[in-house]
């Protein structure tokens, strides 16, 4: 599948998997923290709502006061305070829709507790004529504002729910369960407000009373424990300070102990006045929490915004970074590796020069790559040097046995010509030797005669050593020409034999070359094509030379024939020339006898035959020297050609290596 890509776009396949991964868990990150500030923001919403919530109750549990007085005194006491109250309610509730208006959007989590108390705002004009007209009895109408409370409260129930951040969910449960306490006081000064109006209290409405005041303590518990601690420390201080709080606990601690009856002696307006004082003090530190919690979630918002802007400049940081160290490492892989192409690119398709080298400065694989290229390319240097130098060797030697075999032809063809001559001699000294053998017969036949051809035949004899002196000497020269070709071909021996070792040498050059032209594989292929070419051209040297060399051993065995031919040759004219000289010693004696001139004369004839049968077998020897030679030019001119075939061949191989730079 990567097979057809390059290097630089695997690495930037193999960067973009961990940029995938990191932006993945970056991703995860920034959505949690967006989470966190949605949920911040939704918190900080509910809590201003809430604290909204907390001002009308505080109103509302003012107005349940005054209308629980109102109704227990037929009308009688609270009717313009009341009147008062009601709008203060008024305003405090238009300020809370006002506040729910401007958070749209961020309420979903309180909305049933929302049209809760909107249902219940909408019954408040009737409720209040009710009221107004004692139409509705007391229980009535503080069943409706309580229960009016109690759905405020639960909009504080609902933030501490959908708070989603520990620290805030449990700040805000402080501060609802302080408005809790605060409820629980409010209905005890309602419920109180009522019994001191009617100066009567029931069983029932004394047990209530105790478990107001038994749930104002729980939620006093609760809200030491989880509201904010500096808020909890000035409560403490305002209510060991303040006499409202003992003497509303005082006169708690009366009506109880007084339980059913009346005659309290405690007036309305006194508890009434004292305990809304209590509650006043109350609504300050409600007001106190509902601050700090503003102040807590706004704090956390901010920080859920700061961690999301955070995430964002970190993954963008981290992701320009790891994008440029994967540039940067991509560039310190690839950037080597396009050099080494180029190089090998301009060796096998360029100057050929090798006089470049990769820089070794890395440690990496990249600069192992580079040390063992150039060690390489130090190897096909030292090679094509030497294949160099060898060609210009190979160019002279051939260059020199081209001339040799020239001169060879050259004197072979003068050994030719004198070998014709020699036989052309012979076949003289034949006729000649013939001619003695006839007159030695008309000797014999004329042996009356022999007193009176005396002279004649002394000079004859004469003439017959002057004959065979010059074939003597004649085939001394063929014997001493026939030894100087000898010569020549051991000559041409020696030097076909430094032939043959130039080539083994060539042969094996080419040979190590293309054994390091196969270990550089590729890169190599184009000089082993060169050094194939080069041990072929070798191959065929040694097989010219060594035809060559045949040829030379041929002609050295012929021309010692032919010289051992020659010198028996000049014994058996040295043996004429004896009987010549015998002949004319028997001449001298002829005067003395003619029996013994008849017998030399015989002895004449039977050296003249002896005379023509060697005369004709020097002839045949040097027909067969001149074949030898015409055959020994002939190879001289083939080793000739092939030297010269040699030579250009060399010099194509001298021309390959020149290609290269070295």
Known sequence: MFKNLKIAPKLLLLLIIPIIGMAFFAARILMDNLSTLNNMQTTRALVAVSVASGNLIHELQKERGLTSGFLASKGAKNGDELQKQRLVVDGIASKMQETVAAQAGKTEAIKKALDAVAEKISKLKETRSAIDSQSLDAKAALGYYTGLISNCLEIGFAVVGKAGEPETSLAAFGYVAFQGAKESTGQLRATINGVLSADTCDLATTQRISRIAASEQNRMSNFDRYADPAVVKEYKEIAQKETAFQKTTEMLQTILDKGIGNGFGIPAETWFSTITTKINHQKTIEDKLAASLIKLSETKAFAAKRDVSLSILLTTILAA????????????????????????????EG????????????????????????????????????????????????????????????????VAAQSATVATASEEM???????????????????????????????????????????????????????????????????????????????????????????????RGFAVVADE???????????????????KAIQQETGGAVASMEQGVKEVEKGMDSSRRSGDALQQILEGINEVTMQVHQIATAAEEQTAVTGEISNNIHQITDVVQQTANGAHQTAGAASELSNLAKSLENLVGRFKL
């Open 534 to 552: 080069v041990r072929a051209l070798a191959e065929r040297t040694t097989r010219a030379t060594r035809e060559i060399g045949e040829m030379i």
């Open 430 to 524: 034949s006729a000649t030797s013939n001619d003695i053998s006839r007159n030695c017969t008309l000797a014999s036949d004329v042996a009356n005669r022999a007193s009176e051809m005396a002279h004649g035949g002394a000079s004859v004899v004469q003439e017959t050593i002057s004959g065979m002196q010059n074939i003597a000497d004649k085939v001394r020269e063929s014997a001493h020409t026939v030894e100087a070709l000898g010569a020549r071909s051991d000559q041409i021996g020696a030097i076909v034999g430094t032939i043959e070792d130039i080539a083994d040498q060539t042969n094996l050059l080419a040979l190590n070359a293309a054994i390091e032209a196969a270990r550089a594989g590729e890169m190599g």
């Open 351 to 414: 100057e050929g020069d090798l006089t470049k080298r990769l820089p070794e400065g890395s440690k990496d694989e990249t600069g192992e790559v580079a040390y063992w290229f150039n060690r390489f390319i130090n190897n096909i240097h030292s090679i094509i040097s030497q294949a160099s130098t060898t060609t210009v060797q190979v160019a002279t030697a051939s260059s020199q046995l081209n001339s040799t075999a020239e001169q060879i032809a050259t004197a072979a063809e003068e």
């Open 321 to 348: 970074v790891t994008i440029l160290f994967g540039i940067v490492i991509m560039k310190s892989i690839t950037s080597p590796l396009q050099s080494l192409v180029l190089m090998l690119k301009d060796i096998a």
